[in-house]
T-cell receptor, first 114, second 113 residues
Framework: DAGVTQSPTHLIKTRGQHVTLRCSPI?????VSWYQQVLGQGPQFIFQ???????GRGNFPDRFSARQFPNYSSELNVNALLLGDSALYLC?????????????FGSGTQLSVL | AQKVTQAQTEISVVEKEDVTLDCVYE???????LFWYKQPPSGELVFLIR??????QNEISGRYSWNFQKSTSSFNFTITASQVVDSAVYFC??????????FGAGTTVTVRA
């Protein structure tokens, strides 16, 4: 069975641009969450979605938004990119509501903002 | 607010040595879950263990063991007889009632042959 897949794997953008990151959960998983991992730090929670509804949001500005589609895949959008948005963006899925479950992570999208 | 502290930034050992990773957490909630994840160089976090706040039993799984002590808010992780394949970054994480998972800064473990 396929694991969590994220695309693209690497992305280079310039300040002020917009970016869309994509995530396909493991088949049968209904919850998707997004994390930002800056080099040398632990992942920081951005969003969690379950059954297409937002269940949780971390301390990130409104430039960050996300959605979950009927097939449970998800997109993370970041507007007006800043240099500080450069990070590894990780997506995770889980079968249920996701809150306290074991999470299955993808390999991430490495975003570089120049 | 919750916080997870992993005081050790890096640990380097020789193969077959034991290594213990410390994790201290803070939360005001009485019900919470603790996790350990491993991040190899490929970047993908891999789940190792989950423990809820009502279960203070220590656990052993192969060469891995965990010591949960609620009185000291600690959830330490030991790798026995380390192997080169254990080289990775290890993260402790906490999720209380607000369903937002908080990770520590991670401990980089390097096992030398």
């Amino acid at each position: 069975d396929a694991g969590v897949t994220q695309s693209p794997t690497h992305l280079i953008k310039t300040r002020g641009q917009h970016v869309t990151l994509r995530c396909s959960p493991i088949s049968g998983h209904k919850s998707v969450s997004w994390y930002q991992q800056v080099l040398g730090q632990g992942p920081q929670f951005i969003f969690q979605y379950y059954e297409k509804e937002e269940r949780g949001r971390g301390n990130f500005p409104d430039r960050f938004s996300a959605r979950q589609f009927p097939n449970y895949s998800s997109e993370l959008n970041v507007n007006a990119l800043l240099l500080g948005d450069s990070a590894l963006y990780l997506c995770a899925s889980s079968p249920g509501t996701g809150g306290r479950e074991k999470l299955f992570f993808g390999s991430g999208t490495q975003l570089s903002v120049l | 607010a919750q916080k997870v502290t992993q005081a050790q930034t890096e640990i380097s050992v020789v193969e077959k040595e034991d290594v213990t990773l410390d994790c201290v957490y803070e939360t005001r909630d009485t019900t919470y879950y603790l996790f350990w994840y491993k991040q190899p160089p490929s970047g993908e976090l891999v789940f190792l263990i989950r423990r809820n706040s009502f279960d203070e039993q220590n656990e052993i799984s192969g060469r891995y063991s965990w010591n949960f002590q609620k009185s000291t808010s600690s959830f330490n992780f030991t790798i026995t007889a380390s192997q080169v394949v254990d080289s990775a970054v290890y993260f402790c994480a906490l999720i209380p009632n607000d369903y937002k998972l908080s990770f520590g800064a991670g401990t980089t473990v390097t096992v030398r042959a």
